[in-house]
């Protein structure tokens, strides 16, 4: 069978992600430890006890998450011999995911990857001021009634597509105003559903050109290795093999659109039957099944869950 490994976003945080990891294996608590040290901050006592209104701050969400995904990689390589290298035809994440696909895969080392989404996070946070931003998923509207909404509901302000999750699930972003406008817009264009996000900032628009060249500046001190298993980037919904190419994409992809959808029929399209999630929750998976009925999904967040997947190996 022809897998993909996929890597969840912002949104599947759960306080208790990775405890039940960190008990079962030494290499989950490597994991975390090594996160912690990066960051100079007891993360994952903040992951496995909460609260969750400081596990969901970005700052925190984003390497916490790339963190759970990354002890599950070293769980299936210590339990299993299972390296992605020789069982993955294409990696891929979304938004933050596309950083732990590529510390999966070698491109980018642990560390590093959890100080760069710290500061990604921070940096998405202070672009603009809480409560001047929102975002809006739209039910019902393929991509493009979409973006003729947002464009609409502008007038003068940002409101543009961030991301294509899946057909009919589009998200929204933008200054608070024009993406409330946009809700009225799409149901009166025939949207099943319009709902305000509850998320701290606009993301992936252009009002994060500040947190853009922040992450700009901190991805010219990074070293980047050419990847293991080819990566399909968010922004280009296409494979990206070169460093330099890869460092700028990550740029980019703080404002850009996040093409998952396309991502996936690409894979599809390079006879992909089954996507593999990582990490926390399943939110990618549930997405797989929206856009492709043909792919099977499996998941791996858990001890349980990650000895049933290596059984399919």
């Known amino acids: 069978m022809k897998r993909a490994f996929v890597f969840p976003g912002q949104g599947s945080q ?3 992600m990775g405890q ?4 079962a294996f030494p290499v989950a608590r490597e994991v975390f430890e090594e996160v912690n040290d990066a960051l100079g901050q007891k993360l994952s006592t903040l992951m496995f006890e909460g609260p969750i209104e400081e596990l969901t701050l970005t700052e925190n969400a984003q390497p ?4 759970v995904s990354m002890a599950v990689v070293r769980v299936l390589q210590s ?3 299972i390296s992605l290298g020789d069982h993955a035809a294409f990696v891929a994440g979304h938004s933050l995911g596309e950083y732990s696909a590529l510390t999966a895969v070698g491109s980018l080392e642990l560390s590093d990857a959890a100080r760069l989404l710290k500061l990604r996070g921070q940096s998405m946070q202070q672009a ?3 409560g001047e931003g929102a975002m809006a998923a739209l039910l019902g509207l393929d991509f493009d009634a979409a973006k003729a909404v947002a464009e609409e509901a502008a007038q003068g302000e940002v409101c543009s597509a961030a991301n294509d999750n899946a057909p009919g699930q589009v998200v929204i972003s933008g200054h608070k105003g024009a993406v409330e406008r946009a809700l009225d817009i799409a149901k009166a264009k025939g949207a099943k559903r319009a709902v305000l996000l509850p998320v701290s900032a606009p993301f992936h628009c252009s009002l994060m050109a500040p947190a853009a060249d922040a992450m700009a500046e901190a991805l010219a001190g990074v070293t980047l290795q050419a990847p293991s298993v080819p990566v399909i980037c ?10 330099e190419t890869i460092r700028n994409l990550l740029v980019e992809q703080v404002t850009g659109v996040v093409r998952w959808r396309e991502s996936v029929e690409f894979m599809k399209s390079q006879g992909i039957e089954q996507l593999v999630e990582l990490g926390a929750g399943k939110v990618l998976s549930g997405l797989v099944r929206r856009i492709d009925r043909e792919l099977t999904s499996a998941n791996a967040g858990s001890s349980a869950e990650i000895e049933e997947l290596l059984k399919s190996f």
């Open 14 to 16: 759960v306080v208790g």
């Open 20 to 23: 039940e990891l960190a008990e």
């Open 64 to 67: 916490a998450l790339m963190a």
């Open 79 to 81: 339990e299993g011999n």
């Open 128 to 130: 603009v001021p809480v």
């Open 234 to 243: 968010n922004v280009a919904a296409d494979v990206v093999t070169d460093p």
